[in-house]
C-alpha cells in the first residue's frame, strides 16, 4: 500500500521533497531498507531563508512545540523588526501551502501544526533524515560487524553536506550541529572498526586518511588507521602514522597520545602477535560474515565489471536467495529479469541459456507469483531455444562434449518453460516436460533431472487424478536429492509426496514427508518449507473432523503468508480454506456468512459467486455465474473448483454443468477435493460424483 509523504532534509542545506512511500514508511525506489529511504525526486520549495530558518528551527525542536515569541527571538537575535509576529505567521502559512497543497481550505494542517503558544512540525520518525541516521547509527551499535557495515553505510549516505549548513552561524542551531557532527565522526570510525573485524584492514585505509585530513585531533581514527596499517602488513606507515598522531596531537593541541595510542605503538614495534586478529574469539557466524565480505571484495576486484561470469555468479545468488525467506524470494524475483536481459545483449545464446536455466529453484505451488514475469522468462527461453543449433545439426547431438554442452542447455531452457507455463491449458508446456525430462535422462544428470522433473510435476494436471502420478515423481525427487546432495529438490520430493498421499488420503505417508521436510528445512535454513507443513497440520485437523481446531488452525498459518513472498499461494487461500470446512459433510450450499462476496477470493472468486449468490436466495443470479464459469486452472486445486461448480450445478439442476463436472471429476473418484494441494480439502471426491449420478438419473 502506497501514500505521498514529504521528507525533510538537513544533513546538508535544508529541503523538503516529495515522495511516494509503501505502508511500512519506505519509498516505492528502496523497499529493501527499513527505515532508511531513498532521496525523492520532486523537491518542494521552500521561498526565501526565513522559511526555511522556520522549518529547521521546528526540526531542530524534534515535534515538540516551539512558541512564537522563541521563534521571533531565534530569527531576529539582534532587534524584531515590527511586525515579527506577523512575519512569522506569514512563513508558517507559506510553508503550510507548500507542504500540504491538497489541503481543502480552513481543513487543520496535518504537519506543521499550531499547538498553544506556538507551532510544531509534526513529522513521522522516518521522515527527518537526522532522525534516520540516528536509528540506524543506533541499530547499528547493537549488530555485529558483518551486519552493522551495511547499516553504517547507509545512515552516513544520508549526509549531503554540515548539518543545517544554511545555518551554520546561528545559535539556535549550534548545539544541534555539533551533536550531530559528533555522532557523524563516530560512526566514520565505527565503519571502520567493523572492517576490520571482517577483515577488510586494506579497505579502511582510504577513508580513514580522509577522515584524518579534516579531523587530525581524533585519536581514535589515529589508531585505528595504525591498526589497519599493520594488519596490511605494512609495519613502518603504521609506525610513521603513530609518530605523525603525536606530533598532530603535541603541536595543534599541546597534549601527548592517550594510553590506547601510545600502547599500540608498543605492540607494533614489539609485534605482538594479538595485533593481527580481531578482538575477541569470533564464532562460526562471524567467521562466515567475515569471510564472506572478504570474498565478495576479492571477487568485486578481480572479476571485470562486463565480464559474462558475473551474470552466471549474479543468477546463482539470486537463486540462491530465493530460497532463503519471502523477502529474499521476492528480490529475486524482481531482479531475474534483468540478468536475463542482459544476458541477451551479448548475442550468445549459450550464455543466454545458462543465465535462464541456472534459476532452478524448486517450484511446488501451481499458481505462479508473477504471471508477466513468467510471462517474459519462457518468451526468452524459446528465443533462446530458437538460437541454439538445432539437435541433429552440427554439435547438436553427436556425443562430443560441445553437443553435450548445448543439450544440457536445451533442457535446462525447457525445464524452465515447463515450471513457468504451470497452471496453463496450452499444449506447450508437458511437451517442454517431456523434452527436459528425455534430455536429462539420456544425458544421466541428476542436477538436470531434478530440474526437468520440477516441470513435469508442474505439468501433471493436464486432468484430475494424477496424484499417483505426483507421488512417483516425489519419490525419484527424495532419491535422487538424498543420493546427489541436491537438498533443496530433495525437500520438494518430500512436499509433492506430502500433497500426493493427502489426495489420496494416506495421511499417515503424507505426515512422514512433512515431517522430513521440515527436518532438512531445519539443518539448511529453507523458511519457506514451514508455510506448507503448517497448512498441512491445518488440513489433517480438518480431514479428520476437527472442525473446530481446523478453523484456528487455518489462521494461524495463514498469518505467515503476507511475508512468505508467494502471492501466487497467498490471495483467496484463507477464505477458500475456511470456506472448505463446510463441505464436511458432501455436496452443499454453504451459509450466506461462509460466502462473504466481499472477501478476498482471488483466483477462486469465479467459484465462489454462484454459491454466494444461492446463499443470498438469487437463483437467476447465480444460474447466470454458473454458465460464466472458466475451466478452472490445471493446479493443485483444479478438482477443489470443481466440487464448487457441482454443488452450485446440484442446487440449481443444471444437467450440462452436472455432466461436464461429472466427466472431470471421474477421474479422481478415490481422492480427497483439494487435498492434492497440502492445504485444504472439500472431502471425499466420490460424495460428489455419487450426488451428481443421483441427479442425473432424476
Not at 18 to 25: C, E, I, L, M
Not at 152 to 173: C, K, S
Not at 246 to 257: A, H, I, K, M, Y
Not at 320 to 345: I, K, N, P, S, Y
Amino acid at each position: 500500500m502506497e501514500r505521498e509523504e514529504v521528507l525533510f532534509g538537513v544533513l546538508g542545506p535544508v529541503t523538503a521533497e516529495r515522495a511516494t512511500v509503501d505502508s511500512a514508511g519506505r519509498t516505492a525506489d528502496d523497499r529493501r531498507a527499513p527505515t532508511v529511504l531513498s532521496t525523492p525526486s520532486t523537491p518542494i520549495a521552500l521561498k526565501g531563508p526565513r522559511h526555511r530558518a522556520v522549518l529547521a528551527r521546528l526540526v531542530v525542536a524534534r515535534r515538540r512545540v516551539v512558541p512564537v515569541a522563541r521563534l521571533v527571538t531565534d530569527l531576529w537575535p539582534d532587534a524584531p523588526p515590527p511586525g515579527a509576529v506577523g512575519a512569522v505567521q506569514t512563513f508558517v502559512a507559506a510553508l503550510r501551502r507548500a507542504l500540504e497543497p491538497d489541503r481543502p481550505p480552513r481543513a487543520p494542517a496535518r504537519l506543521l501544526v499550531t499547538e498553544g503558544p506556538g507551532y510544531v512540525l509534526r513529522a513521522g520518525p522516518d521522515t527527518v533524515d537526522a532522525w534516520r541516521f540516528e536509528t540506524a547509527v543506533g541499530e547499528a551499535a547493537k549488530l555485529p560487524p558483518a551486519r552493522a557495515l551495511p547499516r553504517l553505510d547507509e545512515a552516513l549516505e544520508l549526509w549531503r553536506g554540515p548539518a543545517y549548513a544554511d545555518f551554520a552561524h546561528e545559535e539556535w542551531v549550534r548545539g544541534e550541529r555539533a551533536r550531530l557532527a559528533e555522532l557523524r565522526l563516530r560512526s566514520v570510525e565505527r565503519r571502520a572498526g567493523a572492517q576490520l573485524d571482517l577483515g577488510l584492514a586494506a579497505e579502511a585505509v582510504p577513508d580513514l586518511d580522509a577522515h584524518l585530513a579534516d579531523h587530525p585531533w581524533r585519536e581514535d581514527a589515529w589508531r585505528l588507521l595504525a591498526l589497519a596499517l599493520y594488519r596490511t602488513g605494512r609495519q613502518g606507515d603504521a609506525l610513521a602514522v603513530l609518530r605523525r598522531a603525536r606530533s598532530t596531537l603535541v603541536e595543534q593541541l599541546g597534549v601527548d597520545p592517550g594510553p590506547a595510542l601510545r600502547r599500540l605503538e608498543a605492540d607494533v614495534l614489539a609485534q605482538d602477535p594479538a595485533l593481527g586478529a580481531t578482538d575477541g574469539p569470533a564464532g562460526p557466524a562471524e567467521t562466515a560474515a567475515r569471510l564472506w565480505t572478504r570474498a565478495a571484495a576479492a571477487y568485486d576486484r578481480t572479476v571485470a565489471s562486463g565480464a559474462r561470469a558475473r551474470l552466471e555468479t549474479t543468477v546463482g545468488l539470486l537463486r540462491d536467495l530465493a530460497v532463503t525467506g519471502g523477502g529474499g524470494l521476492a528480490a529475486a524475483r524482481e531482479h531475474r529479469m534483468a540478468a536475463v536481459a542482459a544476458a541477451e545483449e551479448f548475442g550468445d545464446p549459450v550464455l543466454t541459456g545458462r543465465v535462464i536455466g541456472a534459476f532452478d529453484v524448486p517450484a511446488i505451488w501451481t499458481r505462479g507469483d508473477d504471471p508477466e514475469l513468467a510471462r517474459r522468462i519462457v518468451a526468452a527461453a524459446e528465443r533462446t531455444l530458437a538460437a541454439l543449433p538445432p539437435p541433429d545439426g552440427p554439435g547438436g547431438s553427436g556425443g562430443s562434449g560441445g553437443s553435450r554442452t548445448y543439450d544440457a542447455v536445451r533442457c535446462r531452457l525447457l525445464a524452465t518453460v515447463a515450471v513457468e507455463t504451470r497452471g496453463s491449458h496450452s499444449s506447450r508446456g508437458p511437451q517442454a516436460a517431456g523434452q527436459a525430462e528425455a534430455i536429462a535422462r539420456r544425458l544421466d544428470d541428476p542436477a538436470l533431472l531434478a530440474f526437468a522433473l520440477n516441470g513435469v510435476f508442474m505439468q501433471s494436471f493436464t486432468r484430475a487424478g494424477l496424484a499417483p502420478r505426483r507421488a512417483e515423481i516425489g519419490a525419484e525427487l527424495v532419491g535422487l536429492g538424498a543420493r546427489h546432495g541436491l537438498v533443496t529438490f530433495e525437500v520438494l520430493g518430500h512436499l509433492i509426496g506430502l500433497q500426493a498421499h493427502a489426495a489420496l488420503g494416506d495421511f499417515r505417508a503424507a505426515a512422514t514427508h512433512a515431517t522430513a521436510a521440515d527436518r532438512l528445512a531445519d539443518r539448511h535454513e529453507l523458511p519457506l518449507v514451514g508455510v506448507f507443513t503448517r497448512w498441512y497440520g491445518a488440513l489433517r485437523l480438518a480431514a479428520a473432523g476437527d472442525l473446530a481446531g481446523a478453523r484456528p488452525a487455518y489462521e494461524t498459518a495463514a498469518a505467515d503468508l503476507p511475508d512468505s513472498g508467494m502471492p501466487g499461494l497467498t490471495h483467496g487461500l484463507l477464505p477458500l480454506a475456511l470456506l472448505s470446512l463446510h463441505f464436511a459433510g458432501g455436496p452443499r450450499v454453504p451459509a450466506r456468512d461462509a460466502v462473504d462476496p466481499a472477501a478476498d477470493w482471488g483466483p477462486y472468486r469465479p467459484w465462489i459467486t454462484p454459491l454466494a449468490a444461492l446463499a443470498s436466495g438469487d437463483r437467476p443470479a447465480a444460474r447466470t455465474a454458473l454458465r460464466a464459469l472458466p475451466d478452472p486452472a490445471r493446479d493443485l486445486l483444479y478438482e477443489a473448483c470443481c466440487c464448487l461448480e457441482a454443488t452450485a450445478a446440484l442446487e440449481l439442476g443444471d444437467r450440462a454443468v452436472l455432466t461436464r463436472v461429472h466427466e472431470r471429476l471421474l477421474p479422481a473418484s478415490a481422492e480427497l477435493a483439494g487435498a492434492g494441494s497440502g492445504l485444504l480439502t472439500l472431502g471425499p471426491v466420490s460424495r460428489y460424483l455419487t450426488a451428481i449420478g443421483a441427479a442425473l438419473r432424476d
